[in-house]
């Protein structure tokens, strides 16, 4: 069942995006090269708590850190730890927060400090291809509209979508239906309609689709090693243009409200 959200509860999402877009800009202004992974997981934590939220995936079946951290070959899903990020590395920051009854759910894929030209056309295409997909999540288009842009975006720029995630229904819970697939398969899809909120994240491979969790439980790789790079942006369907609700322009007129 796909849950519509109604006025209150979209204005509810507009402020649990809005912290969440905040904490994820003040993280990635964070990182740079000697820091390690846990102490950006303590930042995270810090700035949640400091704009009155909390963090959605602490205790998500049993996810220990407040915020996903994933290095390189790691794709989603990074476990913080004593790993210094080092110059050349690129980071995936995923961030959900808890605020106003709702969950905010954004990503983004930042260099630490600079980072291969290969590595940089990786982050541009997978940030472009989230904006692909958010172009086509229009009321009366169906989730495989969303999907099938990003895969061609992608796969016509040589590189690969990852298939075993996918984004997702967001609302007072953090997946909710439907599933929101990086790919087009055989599967019937359903019709987009205002009130729905979804997280469209694009997670991308420089090389194979093909990726493992690590021992950890968690931390999920691509299996040839090669980089991967994840966007994601929380939206609201409307009768007219998507709107982004991970937006931290809105951070001032709530703070006021
Ligand atoms: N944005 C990710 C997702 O939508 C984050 C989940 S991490 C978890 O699945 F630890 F909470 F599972
Ligand atoms: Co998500």
């Not at 994601?232 to 703070?255: F, G, K, N, S």
Request: negative net charge.
């Amino acid at each position: 069942m796909i849950i519509l959200k109604n006025e209150r509860e979209q204005e509810a999402m507009r402020a649990a995006g809005a912290v969440a877009a905040t904490v994820l800009h003040e993280v990635a202004n964070f990182v740079a090269p000697g820091v390690t992974t846990r102490d950006v997981d303590r930042f995270a934590a810090e700035r949640i708590k400091a704009h009155g939220a909390r963090s959605a995936f602490l205790g998500y079946k049993k996810y220990p850190c407040h915020l996903c951290i994933s290095v390189n070959d790691e794709v989603v899903h990074g476990l913080a730890n004593n790993r210094r990020l080092e110059f050349g590395d690129i980071v995936s920051l995923d961030v959900g927060v808890y605020f106003r009854g709702f969950i905010g759910d954004n990503a983004r894929t930042v260099p630490v400090g600079g980072c291969s030209p290969l590595a940089q056309k990786l982050i541009d295409v997978t940030e472009r291809a989230l904006y692909e997909g958010i172009a086509q999540a229009l009321a009366g288009q169906r989730v495989a509209d969303i999907s099938r842009a990003i895969q061609q975006f992608v796969e016509g720029n040589g590189f690969s979508v990852v298939r075993e995630f996918v984004g997702h229904g967001v609302g007072r819970s953090m997946h909710e239906e439907p599933q929101v697939p990086n790919f087009v398969d055989q599967k019937s899809s359903p019709r987009l309609r205002p009130g729905m909120t979804i997280a469209i994240e694009p997670m991308v491979n420089a090389g194979s689709p093909a990726v493992r969790v690590m021992r950890d439980g968690w931390t999920v790789v691509s299996q040839d090693g090669l980089p991967s790079a994840h966007f994601e942006h929380t939206v609201l369907i409307t009768e007219a243009e998507p709107e982004i609700l991970t937006c931290r322009e809105r951070m001032p007129a709530l703070l006021s409200a």
